[in-house]
């Protein structure tokens, strides 16, 4: 399979995608919203087109496009994709053969620790996840509407080359790790999340919604605790959640907690992680 995948943001997740879908043979384009961006885009040998989420792109930018992947996130105004482009994503939805959408399983809210998935009725309870749950429905609209292929996934924490537990510990992170009872998170590494995409790609069903997530959810000390542990650095202590002196933001990190399920991506696409605990991802990445 080949084709030319059009890029709305082209961050870590979209670079690592892009990378792989380069190295098969497809035609790569993406989006910037300054020139250090457009630059770096370019010096990929990839074609790039400067949208801040407003004017359109200009036509051009969708000669031979069959495939989209948004990943810039909403604010408070919306999805800038959707007020930008969504006349454009309207008109070219019968060229495409895949769109894809990033959201977050924010959109779940708090569960105690319960297990969700993708019947789990939306709940959330952060103004991130009621964001992205705007966003999710007005995809979800274009494809209602109009027919664009949209598929929506969903993802926890992401880690990855250049972003993991790994990098802290060997910096010194020396705040003292966070232990919240019952709390737990789902995450995901990035080569792993590549591979569902692809895998949405190669198995379109358009209007889905999967989660991308591996097989155990975990606490963050937990995780923290083991990437010490594998570079044989003594870790930070531990402090219990109600002692903590952690801002408003960093509190609100803990107000949800869940067991994200990835069954559906596992029958539907065939889709199995490489790393499906985070244990198997930092050994890697060690």
Do not use: C
């Not at 943001?9 to 300054?34: H, N, P």
């Not at 926890?156 to 972003?163: D, V």
């Not at 069954?263 to 244990?279: D, H, I, S, V």
């Amino acid at each position: 399979m080949s084709g030319h995948m059009l890029f709305l943001g082209l961050g870590y997740v979209a670079t690592q995608l892009a990378l792989r879908l380069q190295a098969q043979g497809w035609t790569i384009s993406g989006t910037a919203r300054d020139a250090a961006g457009l630059a770096a885009i370019r010096d990929r040998g990839w074609r790039a087109w400067p949208f801040a989420g407003a004017a359109p792109l200009p036509k051009e930018a969708w000669d031979g496009v069959s495939h989209v992947l948004s990943s810039i996130p909403p604010s408070q105004a919306g999805d800038p994709a959707l007020l930008g482009l969504g006349a454009q994503l309207a008109a070219h939805a019968r060229q495409l053969d895949w769109a894809g959408y990033l959201s977050t399983v924010a959109v779940y809210g708090d569960h105690g620790g319960a297990w969700v998935d993708e019947k789990t009725p939306p709940a959330p309870v952060s103004q991130r996840g009621k964001w992205r749950l705007a966003a999710e429905n007005g995809w979800l609209k274009l494809h209602a509407d109009h027919g664009l292929p949209v598929h929506i996934f969903r993802l926890p924490g992401i880690y990855g080359p250049g972003r993991n537990p790994l990098q802290k510990a060997r910096a010194g992170y020396r705040k003292a790790l966070v232990v919240k009872p019952g709390q737990v998170f789902s995450r995901i590494h990035v080569a792993d999340l590549a591979a569902a995409l692809e895998a949405s790609m190669a198995r379109p069903r358009p209007g889905a919604i999967y989660n991308v997530v591996d097989d155990e959810p975990a606490a963050p000390h937990e995780v923290a605790l083991f990437a010490h542990e594998l570079l044989g650095i003594a870790p930070p202590p531990l402090v219990d959640f109600d002692k903590a002196d952690l801002s408003p933001m960093a509190r609100s990190f803990y107000g949800e907690s869940k067991r994200v399920s990835n069954a559906l991506l596992k029958a539907e696409l065939g889709w199995r992680p490489r790393f499906p605990t985070y244990r198997e991802g930092l050994r890697a990445l060690l």
